[in-house]
């Protein structure tokens, strides 16, 4: 497949890709609603195992979108996986600040947890996944020192605002229709 098949591809398997997201919005809400809830310390672990649930999360809503988490047999689905494992890496980062400086952790998960939303854009040729990185990373930055006394708080309700932004783009961007039917292109219609 060339690039663009491939691209194609992507857009046709993962439809609007939107259960990761979702999952992602899901996980960061739930750990705003226990930050204002339970000690600081009881929202951290639930900040640093409940990262874990967003995966089957996104597994469950999957099955409503009818997308394709992960397909192996697109090399630039397998780029994205790719780049999910790049930020899973950074768990040899977050661990020891859970450990040393956990003042520092929703910080590190807040920002760290976006990154591949660098790669994602790339892939769809949109700027929606460059404008979710860039804009948490800002926003996460900027809560975590401007409020120290709810930091978790902060960061967790800033990144459920980015996703807000992110998946309202996905759902009205728009995917011209050869990408998404191969047969539209080889009957000659057009959009």
């Known amino acids: 497949m060339t690039l663009e098949e491939c691209r194609n591809d992507f857009e046709r398997s993962a439809k609007r890709s939107l259960s990761m997201p979702i999952a992602g919005a899901f996980y960061w809400l739930v750990i705003a609603v226990i930050s204002t809830q339970a000690q600081d310390n009881i929202g951290l672990l639930a900040l640093l195992f409940g990262s874990g649930t967003i995966f089957p999360i996104a597994l ?28 899973n890496l950074l768990w040899a980062l977050h661990i020891p600040l859970f450990l040393y400086a956990p ?25 929606l996944g460059l404008i979710h990185a860039l ?28 996703y807000g932004l992110s998946i309202w783009q996905m759902l009205n ?16 219609s057009t959009v």
Do not use: C
Not at 64 to 82: C, D, H, Q, W, Y
Not at 177 to 187: F, G, I, M, W, Y
């Open 60 to 87: 469950l809503v999957s099955k409503i979108t009818r997308e394709e988490v992960f397909s192996s047999k697109n090399p630039l689905a397998k780029l994205m996986g790719l780049s999910v494992l790049m930020v």
């Open 103 to 127: 003042e520092f952790l929703s910080l590190s998960l807040g920002i760290g947890l976006g990154l591949h939303w660098i790669v994602y854009s790339w892939i769809i040729q949109h700027p």
């Open 135 to 162: 804009l948490r990373t800002v926003l996460v930055l900027s809560v975590w020192l401007l409020f120290p006394d709810s930091r978790l708080t902060a960061v967790s309700f800033s990144v459920v605002l980015v």
């Open 173 to 188: 961007r728009t995917i011209p229709d050869h990408k998404l039917n191969p047969q539209s292109v080889a009957s000659g």
